[in-house]
């Protein structure tokens, strides 16, 4: 399935990058997106060598012997190295500066051909920066070789961090076990054997231990053990196995990567589908309570045909005491008894808006819309977080609008009504536009309305008609001219509201669980290409 030569592979692992790229951009992974550029740089620089190890454990005599040159890099018995040295080939050699933490040197050393060696400041020292350089530069490596001093390889720190790099990078790990003409023969042949068990229980299989001494090399002394290692790094670090080795390099890292990256995704999948849940189910909760709230109005204006049938009888009753004389000769005391019903209509309505009314309506505005509105807004908001986690941009929600409207719900509603009516009304924005209503010419509106068609039906029917007929009449007056008027103020009232809450949130939450859907599916085809890419990568041998 992959071409032969060399540059259709790199071809593929740099097709494999954008297309990590690609993925990583869609969901908002920039780190992981500057990473995959470096990656990308890695494939076009020069192989590296970096020499790494805890403080004093002889890496730059180690480079000094390995390349010939007793004064390459600084050593002492003291933290020495303290910045990165790059070394490369050339004819005439020269050292310059590069930035405050870096130096290359460049010396006439046939081996540089090959590659480039680094020598990094030690780990695990008191200068806690000097481990930050040496990390900052091991991602760039191509081969790691990790010095441990031969009279002590085992500490903890330089371990873990072989545990690290092999997890984190993927690295070709070499290990050198330095200054060997401290310990005895028997010993070292041990040490070899403890090193090479340290690095298997850290995943590194068949691993690779160099014995040497700088000492005795830089004294020209044949059994300082470089002879083996450059041939070692000969062989497997040069020519074409150099890039063999690059490209293995970078097809690991990939691997890991990748798999990183679908470990990310599938954690934005189960993240996604848990917010549909939680959306669905607050989408069904309005759904609900908009059914409730449809109940609700007919059980409000249900009382309202109730008060009205309550209210018929007391102004039948009051009728029924004004005397046919009255009706037929005093016309004063009839405008009198229209007076005094006016006065007693205004006040039923009063209170009946006052007991029933107004707290049925704070009761439905408290009890239905709030909650509901509430547990939609908290929806929104983690949908809201969630879209961040995906890079995504929220749209300026309009929700928040409604959420407004609630919490600043007495400051923006005039209330007719004054203070008193300030505190009956509550909280309770429904109960407030009731107030306004009534508080309004709406009520004089209906009382005037009333009176003066009673004051027909006193003066023309009164005398003349049945009274079970009358009361009828009565009856569909008060209906017609208070009922009916009321009942239609009260359900514009309460569509009104439920269509700037629970409706639209309602839309709301479904334009949002749209979008997560959309998400999920984009998620999902997201997930089948990284898996079809990650067996690719495993298929592939460079
Ligand atoms: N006996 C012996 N001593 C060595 C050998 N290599 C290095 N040393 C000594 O070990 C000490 C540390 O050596 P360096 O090469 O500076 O060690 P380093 O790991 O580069 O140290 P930092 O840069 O400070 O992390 C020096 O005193 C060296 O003389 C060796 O092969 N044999
Ligand atoms: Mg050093």
Redesign the pocket.
């Known amino acids: 399935m992959f071409g032969s030569s060399v540059d259709q592979k790199e071809e593929f692992l740099k097709s494999s990058i954008e297309t990590l790229k690609e993925v990583c951009s869609k969901f908002g992974f920039s780190r992981k997106v500057e990473e995959l550029e470096k990656f990308l740089q890695r494939l076009e620089s020069p192989f590296l060598i970096t020499v790494f ?1 805890e ?8 480079l000094n012997a390995l390349l010939g040159i007793p004064d390459l890099c600084r ?3 003291d ?3 303290d910045r990165i040295t790059v070394i490369r080939y050339c004819k005439t050699p020269e050292r310059k500066k590069i930035d405050e933490l870096t130096e290359e040197v460049c010396v006439n050393n046939p081996l540089l051909k090959g590659f480039t060696v680094v020598d990094t ?2 780990i695990n ?1 008191v200068l806690e920066h000097h481990t930050y350089i040496t990390e900052q530069f091991l991602p760039k490596s191509d081969v790691i070789l990790v ?1 441990l001093p031969a009279p002590n390889p085992h500490t903890k720190p330089i371990w873990d961090w072989v545990d690290r790099i092999g997890k984190d990078f993927g690295k070709k790990l070499v290990f050198i076990l ?2 060997k ?2 310990v005895s023969p028997e010993a070292l042949k041990r040490l070899v054997e403890k090193v090479k068990t340290y690095a298997r229980e850290r995943g590194i299989e068949d691993p690779k231990v160099f014995p040497v ?3 005795l090399e830089l004294k020209g002394e044949g059994n300082s053990g470089f002879s083996e290692l450059r041939k070692f790094l000969e062989e497997n670090y040069t020519g074409e196995r150099q890039i063999k080795v690059k490209l293995l390099n970078l097809r690991n890292e990939l691997i890991k990567f990748t798999q990183r990256c679908l470990e990310d995704i599938e954690n934005l999948e189960r993240e996604g589908e848990e917010l549909k849940k939680r959306l669905e189910e607050v989408l069904n909760l309005l759904d609900r309570k908009l059914q409730e709230a449809k109940r609700y109005k007919e059980s409000l204006l249900r009382s309202v045909d109730d008060w009205i049938a309550s209210l018929t009888e007391k102004v039948a009753n009051r009728l029924e005491g004004i005397s046919l004389l009255d009706l037929t000769l005093r016309k004063s005391k009839v405008e009198e008894a229209l007076k005094g019903l006016k006065v007693d209509i205004e006040e039923e309505l009063r209170r009946f808006t006052q007991y029933t009314l107004i707290p049925n309506l704070e009761l439905f505005e408290e009890g239905v819309l709030k909650p509901a509105v509430a547990q939609a807004a908290e929806r929104l908001r983690e949908f809201e977080r969630y879209q961040k986690k995906l890079g995504k941009k929220v749209a300026p929600s309009g929700e928040r609008e409604v959420l407004r409207a609630f919490e600043s719900s007495l400051g923006s509603v005039k209330v007719g009504g004054g203070e008193e009516a300030v505190a009956v009304m509550g909280g309770s924005l429904l109960a407030g536009s009731l107030m306004m209503l009534l508080g309004g010419s709406f009520a004089v509106d209906i009382t005037g309305g009333v009176i003066a068609s009673l004051g027909v039906l006193l003066g023309v029917g009164w005398i003349v008609r049945k009274k079970r007929k009358l009361l009828k009449e009565l009856r569909d007056i008060l209906q017609t001219q208070i009922g009916e008027r009321l009942k239609r103020e009260l359900e514009k009232l309460v569509e009104e509201r439920l269509n700037e809450t629970l409706l639209s949130m309602r839309n709301y939450v479904k334009s949002r669980l749209e979008t997560v859907e959309q998400n999920l599916r984009e998620l999902k085809g997201a997930k089948e290409r990284l898996i079809s890419l990650l067996r690719e990568l495993q298929n592939f041998n460079p």
């Open positions: 190890g403080v004093n454990a002889g890496k730059s005599s180690f050593t002492d018995v933290i020495c190295t400041p030690g020292s010095v330095q200054q003409d401290l001494s700088a000492l």
